[in-house]
């Protein structure tokens, strides 16, 4: 069973442009997660979509978005990037409700 | 708002020896979870625990969970090299979203 894949796994962009990252959930997951992982700030949670809603959503500013498709599969997008965007993105997915969550690969970001 | 402790942050161990990373968190959660992370990789699940008491075993790991104390640890027994990375712990409360420790890096000398 294939597990999370995210893509890109790394990419560059430089301040003032966007940034759209996907994530394909393992096969029959409904919840996909997302967390930004920073030697600061350490692991943060961005949102969570559950069948194409929004469900819960972390402390970030809107420049940071997402969405999900009748597949499950996610993006997330980031507008007008700063330099502290910079980081490795998680996805995270879960089979249900407060199932075990299993992240991706990451994808890591760096803005110039 | 919901806390969450690790400690310590660095713990450099001898292989062999025996050795336990603390989890505090601040507020009520239904779950705790271990992971591990390896230089440039994914977080890799490891335990999940629901309720007080549970304890739960794989290999060289152990974690437990109290929750009266708010409290989980991650026990290392014997260790060997491969158990170097970092660990995390993280807790949720009625949802999907994690909130994590800030990680132990464990480094396992020969």
């Known amino acids: 069973k294939a597990g999370v894949t995210q893509t890109p796994r790394y990419l560059i962009k430089t301040r003032g442009q966007q940034v759209t990252l996907s994530c394909s959930p393992i096969?029959?997951?409904?919840?996909v997660s997302w967390y930004q992982q920073t030697p600061g700030q350490g692991l943060q949670f961005l949102f969570e979509?559950?069948?194409?809603?929004?469900?819960n959503k972390g402390n970030f500013p809107g420049r940071f978005s997402g969405r999900q498709f009748s597949n499950s599969r996610s993006e997330m997008n980031v507008s007008t990037l700063e330099l502290g965007d910079s980081a490795l993105y998680l996805c995270?997915?879960?089979?249900?409700?407060?199932?075990?969550?299993?992240f991706g690969p990451g994808t890591r970001l760096t803005v110039l | 708002e919901l806390k969450v402790e690790q400690n310590p942050l660095f713990l450099s161990m001898q292989e062999g020896k025996n050795y336990t990373i603390y989890c505090n968190y601040s507020t009520t959660s239904d779950r705790l979870y271990w992971y591990r992370q390896d230089p440039g990789k994914s977080l890799e699940s490891l335990f999940v625990?629901?309720?007080?008491?549970a304890v739960k075993q794989e290999g060289r790991l152990m974690a437990s969970l109290d929750t009266k104390a708010r409290l989980s640890t991650l026990h290392i027994t014997a260790a060997v090299h491969d158990l170097s990375a970092t660990y995390f712990c993280?807790?949720?409360?009625?949802?999907?979203?994690?909130?994590f420790g800030t990680g132990t890096r464990l480094t396992i000398i020969p």
């Open positions: 995270a997915s879960s089979h249900q409700d407060r199932g075990y969550q299993f």
């Open positions: 625990l629901l309720s007080n008491g």
């Open positions: 979509y559950f069948s194409e809603t929004q469900r």
């Open positions: 993280a807790v949720s409360f009625g949802n999907e979203k994690l909130t």
């Open positions: 096969s029959g997951h409904r919840s």
